[in-house]
């Protein structure tokens, strides 16, 4: 099992960045997937998730209206598109899976399978 978490970087606040997450191993379709972050010092926090089928999604308040999560299952790949960036959602971002039905899982417990990070910076 894999996934590769690609996009991150350093970018000013107002900014945008897309993180990509290409999984393979298992059967990519059959998972919920969620994205998490890691600012320094912190816990592993939830930032949002898709259903198996991308048909629901959900969001973190705290990005809610700037982050929207989307995957497509031919290729494997859910992704995070991130708009009007803050300093505050500098963390290192994590892509995982579950197969928690729904897309509703917000737990770290709750997933499987996790990648290794892509570092996001963002500039005041």
């Known amino acids: 099992v894999q996934l590769q978490a690609s996009g991150g970087g350093l970018v000013q606040a107002g900014g945008s960045l897309e993180l990509s997450c290409a999984a393979s191993g298992f059967t990519f379709s059959g998972y919920s997937m969620g994205w998490f972050r890691q600012a320094p010092g912190k816990d592993r926090a939830y930032v949002a998730s898709?259903?198996?089928?991308?048909?629901?999604?959900y969001n973190a308040r705290s990005v809610e209206g700037r982050f929207t999560i989307s995957r497509d299952n031919a290729k494997n790949t859910v992704y995070l598109e991130m708009n009007s960036l803050k300093p505050e959602d500098t963390a290192v971002y994590f892509c995982?899976?579950?197969?928690?039905?729904?897309?509703?899982?917000?737990?770290?417990?709750?997933?499987?399978?996790w990648g290794h990070g892509t570092q996001v910076t963002v500039s005041s």
């Open positions: 995982a899976a579950t197969t928690v039905r729904g897309g509703k899982a917000i737990r770290v417990p709750s997933y499987e399978y």
């Open positions: 898709i259903s198996a089928s991308g048909a629901n999604a």
